[in-house]
């Protein structure tokens, strides 16, 4: 079954310092990963997804196929980053095509 | 921000009572999706559809009905057989549905029970 796991709940970095958010995931063939982060008072929105293979405000995620994993990571964190980040898995066939499963999320807070 | 609009912002529902909460899009997409989003749960599926007059279950559809009679808009029903109703639920379209589509969502309606 198609699973996505944040293993933590919450991060707290201070601002400059490295951060990763952890994301790993259970699915039977090579699904899609994306990250989704919803700032406070904004719509949750897209921050980026491994098909395009980007960077966005300094962040980037790789796909680690081995370890099912796909962790989002910045070397210099802000405080403007501190957000709730999702990471989410998009089904590639059947009755998952399309879908998205999301994990439960990582409330990312920066400390100037 | 726009695309996607959701109402209300805030939504009281009595013991029994059904309440339908809108979801309405102008960006031309084919799929819309409905979400309930609890605390400590991340976001669950509960109905989605790809096409107008179809749709298919979610993982926690039951107490939940939707229709599709139109392109733009999506609307949720929030059945007296839901008997936790309390959360913030979301709406997002996608241009068809497909594989690793960017899914674009609303601000959100939370749903408080009287």
């Known amino acids: 079954a198609q699973r996505v796991t944040q293993p933590e709940k919450l991060l707290s970095v201070f601002k400059g310092a490295p951060v990763e958010l952890k994301c790993n995931y259970s699915y039977s063939g090579s699904p899609e990963l994306f990250w989704y982060v919803q700032y406070s008072r904004q719509r949750l929105q897209l921050l980026l997804r491994?098909?395009s293979r980007e960077s966005i405000k300094g962040f980037t995620a790789d796909l680690n196929k081995g370890e099912t994993s796909f962790h989002l990571k910045k070397p210099f964190a802000q405080e403007e980053d501190s957000a709730m980040y999702y990471c989410a898995l998009s089904g590639v066939r059947g009755s998952t095509l399309g879908r998205l499963y999301f994990g439960r999320g990582t409330q990312l807070t920066v400390w100037p | 921000d726009g695309g996607i609009t959701q109402s209300p912002k805030y939504l009281f529902r009595k013991e029994g009572q059904n309440v339908t909460l809108s979801c309405e899009q102008n960006l031309n997409h084919d799929a819309m999706y409905w979400y309930r989003q609890d605390p400590g749960q991340g976001l669950r599926l509960i109905y989605y559809?790809?096409?107008?007059?179809?749709?298919q279950k979610g993982d926690i559809a039951e107490g939940y009905s939707v229709s599709r009679e139109k392109k733009e808009s999506f609307p949720l029903t929030v059945t007296s057989a839901q008997k936790n109703p309390t959360a913030f639920y979301l709406c997002a379209s996608s241009i068809y549905g497909g594989v690793a589509e960017t899914q674009y969502f609303g601000p959100g309606t939370r749903l408080l029970v009287l």
């Open positions: 559809s790809q096409i107008v007059n179809d749709f």
């Open positions: 491994h098909i």
